[in-house]
């Protein structure tokens, strides 16, 4: 995942983000409505998730419990798409020699 803020790399892979975690690079709140996948401005309160509480500030970290982080685009060489291909293709190794 990529830090919405200073968009540099937080992670290779899925990692459960904290309430307060904050980015490694700036030092910005992760845990907030523009870094989630839900995140759709224009929509009842800013969220693809119908339902979800009203929160004031979306640069802020929040308690959110719908909150999943932001994935890359998939063209961007995601790891997910390396990792797939990578275990994919150690199904069918002969462990035998």
């Known amino acids: 995942m990529d830090c ?3 968009g540099k790399q937080i992670s290779d892979g899925l990692v459960k983000i904290g309430f307060r975690a904050a980015c490694i690079h700036c030092g910005i ?3 907030v409505c ?3 996948r839900y995140y ?3 929509k009842p309160n800013d969220c693809a998730v119908p339902g979800t509480e009203f929160i004031k500030d979306r640069d802020a970290f929040n308690f959110c419990e ?3 982080p932001k994935l890359p685009p998939s063209g961007s060489g995601s790891i997910l798409g390396v990792v797939e291909k ?3 293709g150690s199904l069918f190794k002969d462990e035998d020699k």
């Open 4 to 6: 919405w803020k200073c």
């Open 29 to 31: 709140d992760l845990h």
């Open 34 to 36: 523009k870094n989630c």
């Open 40 to 42: 759709a401005p224009g």
């Open 66 to 68: 719908e909150y999943r």
């Open 86 to 88: 990578k275990d994919f």
